[in-house]
């Protein structure tokens, strides 16, 4: 598809809410019979200039801290998180935002120690495992980067907002099984999960194990 169909797909936008965080916006789209019709699009950018489909550049909006704890490397750090979409607590990696001008490999250490009080230490890994991914596409641009490591210290709650209701839990396998089974999980998260869980013993980044580029 050319750059001036791509255009015509969207043919304008108007923003709804504006809020910190997150926006709603109504997009008039044309259908592939041409038809025209309304599409709905949830945004942490906060003005349609900022939209990945005005911009055409994906750039981090979010980090995901895979961390593993322990000498053995053996125990999984997730996070146990009250989330208002479901009413109900959800499995999930330790995340958020990316701030203004802050590499997303730094905002990983920072959100690992303000959501657990543990001290984060990535390792390099190829671009291909890290760069910035698409979550739910169907309505929302939002795009979130992985970073790898290992954890090390005290959990503590001491660096949680007043709006995050959150436990840490230091999973080992058996664990991780139990909560694949029957609780709410994140899909990154769950992914992952399923990625420890089958992993020898110390060999958890397993799957990152590729030659960094030149």
């Not at 950018?45 to 911009?55: D, F, H, I, V, Y």
């Not at 053996?74 to 802050?102: C, K, M, T």
């Not at 760069?131 to 954890?151: L, S």
Request: one cysteine or more.
């Amino acid at each position: 598809m050319g750059e001036d169909e791509k255009s015509r797909r969207v043919q304008g936008v108007t923003q709804v809410t504006n809020n910190r965080f997150l926006n709603f916006y109504t997009m008039d789209v044309v259908n592939t019979k041409g038809k025209e019709q309304s599409y709905y699009l949830a945004s942490r950018a906060k003005s349609p200039q900022e939209l990945k489909l005005t911009t055409g550049k994906n750039k981090a909006d979010g980090v995901i801290i895979y961390a593993l704890y322990g000498e053995k490397q053996d125990r999984v750090v997730l996070i146990r998180q009250y989330r208002y979409s479901i009413g109900d607590y959800i499995y999930e990696f330790p995340a958020g935002l990316v701030d203004e001008g802050e590499d997303f490999q730094t905002a990983g250490k920072r959100e690992l120690k303000e959501e657990t009080g543990l001290d984060f230490h990535p390792i390099p890994v190829n671009p291909l495992y890290s760069r910035p991914y698409f979550t739910t596409i169907g309505m929302t641009d939002e795009a979130c980067a992985a970073v790898y490591g290992t954890a090390t210290g005290t959990i503590s709650k001491e660096g949680l907002e007043d709006t995050e209701d959150i436990e840490v839990l230091l999973a080992d396998k058996e664990q991780v099984r139990q909560i694949l089974s029957k609780e709410h999980v994140s899909l990154m998260c769950a992914y992952m999960m399923m990625h420890f869980l089958h992993s020898k013993t110390g060999e958890a980044f397993a799957f990152l194990w590729e030659t960094l580029p030149d």
